[in-house]
Structure formats: C-alpha cells, structure tokens
T-cell receptor, first 111, second 113 residues
Framework: NAGVTQTPKFQVLKTGQSMTLQCAQDMNHEYMSWYRQDPGMGLRLIHY???????DQGEVPNGYNVSRSTTEDFPLRLLSAAPSQTSVYFC??????????FGPGTRLTVT | GENVEQHPSTLSVQEGDSAVIKCTYS??????FPWYKQELGKGPQLIIDIRSNVGEKKDQRIAVTLNKTAKHFSLHITETQPEDSAVYFCAASLSNTGNQFYFGTGTSLTVIP
C-alpha cells in the first residue's frame, strides 16, 4: 500500500490564482480530512469527509472547497489564493474515524 | 468548539531521562485523545492514543494518562533516545462529530546524547 499520497510537494502561487491540492489513499478508508499547519499553531482542520459524497466544514474552511466523488480521492481547491493561505497542508485518512494516517504534506507559498 | 492547550512548547532532556508533555482540553464531551510525532519534513504519525473510558495506556517506552475530571492528558516517554527528538502533538476528538480533531500547538523535544 502507498498509504496517503499528496501532490504536489511544493507549490508557489500568485495572489488570485487557483489550484487544486490532490490527496489519495489506497486503504479503503471512509474518513478523510484536510489540515493546515502554521508555525506555533498546530494543525487546524479545514474540511473533512465521512464517506464518498459527504463533506463538512472544519475549523478554518474559508477560501477552500472540497468534494469527495470517490472513496480514494479528496482534493482541496483554492479558488483565489491569498497570502494568508501560505502554509503546509496535510491530508489524513482513517478507517474508523479514530486512528488517522497523514500524508507527507504540500508546502504552499502565495506571493 | 474544543480548545486544546499543550505545554511545554520546547523540552530538552538528557538521553536516558524521561520526558513528559501535558495537554488540557475544554470540551468534557471529547472522548478520544491521540498523540502524534512529527519529524522534520514529514507528516504527523500516530504513536499512541487513549479513549475516555481508560485512565492509562502503555506501549513500550511511551505511555499516556488521562484525567477526565481535570480534563487533562499527558504523554510520558521513558529512557529517551536521540531518535525520540521530534515535535509531538496532542489532539482531542468527539467521536460523534465524524472526524473533527483539535490539536495542541506542539512540543519540540530534543534528546541530548
């Protein structure tokens, strides 16, 4: 199993550009989540999904969209990037909603 | 929502000594408390967890204790080794909220050889 994979590893965007961060898992996990990690602030939940077709907002959802059309994939979309979205983004998945497995992260810089 | 506080933010110990990291949470309904280890440039990795119906759990050199009355839980690492050096995060979750986890701000642990 590849586990949780994220692409790209690094990305630089200009303010106002859009992009999609990809996340995939091959463990048949129903639960998937997106977090952002900023210095001194731990990880904060952006959006999460409890199964295909079901998504909900987390702690910091503004400026981000998600969809979950398959069990395997959970992309995160930035519609109009802002410098405040400069962060490291982690995707995680879980079989039961308890033990989470994290991907390697995407480091995003918005200039 | 839930608020998780974590202390200390940095911790240095001599190899072989013990390390303790403490977290408090605000929502008494939270019932699952995992601890993650994050090495530089990598994603967090679950190292141990505890549910609210258990007071203590051990796995080799690491242990977690939970005091539901005081709403705090702690990570204990004994016989520390240089490879234990990393950032450690605590988190709290309420199982009936689907998958909403609230994380502490992290503790950077350095084990000095």
């Amino acid at each position: 199993n590849a586990g949780v994979t994220q692409t790209p590893k690094f990305q630089v965007l200009k303010t106002g550009q859009s992009m999609t961060l990809q996340c995939a898992q091959d463990m048949n996990h129903e639960y998937m989540s997106w977090y952002r990690q900023d210095p001194g602030m731990g990880l904060r939940l952006i959006h999460y999904s409890v199964g295909a077709g079901i998504t909900d907002q987390g702690e910091v959802p503004n400026g981000y969209n998600v969809s979950r059309s398959t069990t395997e994939d959970f992309p995160l979309r930035l519609l109009s990037a802002a410098p405040s979205q400069t962060s490291v983004y982690f995707c995680a998945s879980s079989l039961t909603g308890y033990e989470q497995y994290f991907g390697p992260g995407t480091r995003l810089t918005v200039t | 929502g839930e608020n998780v506080e974590q202390h200390p933010s940095t911790l240095s110990v001599q190899e072989g000594d013990s390390a303790v990291i403490k977290c408090t949470y605000s929502d008494s309904a939270s019932n699952y408390f995992p601890w993650y280890k994050q090495e530089l440039g990598k994603g967090p990795q679950l190292i141990i967890d505890i549910r609210s119906n258990v007071g203590e759990k051990k796995d080799q050199r690491i242990a977690v204790t939970l005091n539901k009355t005081a709403k705090h839980f702690s990570l204990h690492i004994t016989e520390t080794q240089p490879e234990d050096s990393a950032v450690y995060f605590c988190a709290a979750s309420l199982s009936n909220t689907g998958n909403q986890f609230y994380f502490g701000t992290g503790t950077s642990l350095t084990v000095i050889p």
